[in-house]
């Protein structure tokens, strides 16, 4: 079964430092999103994006993140200069389209910032 | 905005028993769509079943089934036969139905199973 795919799984950085989070979504997905959750609190959304462009973003997403779609498989989320409060799990997930109706998650990827 | 309410954060069930999580949502759409999800400590997000608003019909998918009440804007999930791997924590959460549209999602509960 296809499924969505996120790499790294764990990723440790350094304050200020940038980051690139990768995500492989469902290959005839259209429709993709970030989401986050900080350890022990709910999901959060960050940013959908869809025909290359963002479509909604939450007052999280501010300019310090940025996405982005480089070829036809992967999609990225990047961290400008990480600060401590950016450590996260950051899911990925991806829809097929018109008619449908769930998001499929990748397995997360855990940031830490120290 | 939509909002969803999970106001239990704990529950326990004995194992083979059957446990009901809570859920209440707020919107002024008349579709749209529900989920739970599953969260093990693996962090992965599983999805355990999904309820579309205009059918009345309540779903299930095995041990797993839900109660839902739109005019109460409720959302409840039943477990069955519990088993010591449902142990984990669950999200409810809220789509709209434009093809973009996020999920919203409560804050969770953390059941565990007592075997």
């Known amino acids: 079964e296809p499924e969505v795919t996120q790499t790294p799984s764990h990723q440790v950085t350094q304050m200020g430092q940038e980051v690139i989070l990768r995500c492989v979504p469902i290959?005839?997905?259209?429709?993709f999103y970030w989401y986050r959750q900080i350890l022990g609190q709910k999901v959060e959304f960050l940013v959908s994006?869809?025909?290359?462009?963002?479509?909604?973003k939450s007052e999280i997403f501010d300019d310090q993140f940025s996405v982005e779609r480089p070829d036809g498989s992967n999609f990225t989320l990047k961290i400008r200069s990480t600060k401590l409060e950016d450590s996260a799990m950051y899911f990925c997930?991806?829809?097929?389209?018109?008619?449908?109706?769930?998001?499929?998650f990748g397995p997360g990827t855990r940031l830490t910032v120290l | 905005a939509q909002t969803v309410t999970q106001s239990q954060p704990e529950m326990s069930v004995q194992e083979a028993e059957t446990v009901t999580l809570s859920c209440t949502y707020d919107?002024?759409?008349?579709?749209?769509?529900l989920f739970w999800y599953k969260q093990p400590p693996s962090r992965q997000m599983i999805l355990v079943i999904r309820?579309?608003?205009?059918?009345?019909q309540n779903a299930t998918e095995n041990r797993f089934s839900v109660n839902f009440q739109k005019a109460a804007k409720s959302f409840s999930l039943k477990i069955s036969d519990s088993q010591l791997g449902d142990a984990a924590m669950y999200f409810c959460?809220?789509?709209?139905?434009?093809?973009?549209?996020?999920?919203?999602f409560g804050k969770g509960i953390t059941l565990s199973v007592r075997p």
């Open positions: 997930a991806s829809i097929q389209g018109q008619g449908t109706d769930t998001q499929y």
């Open positions: 290959s005839n997905h259209l429709y």
């Open positions: 994006f869809y025909n290359n462009e963002i479509s909604e």
């Open positions: 919107t002024s759409e008349s579709d749209y769509y």
């Open positions: 309820q579309e608003a205009y059918k009345q």
């Open positions: 959460a809220y789509r709209n139905t434009g093809a973009n549209s996020k999920l919203t």
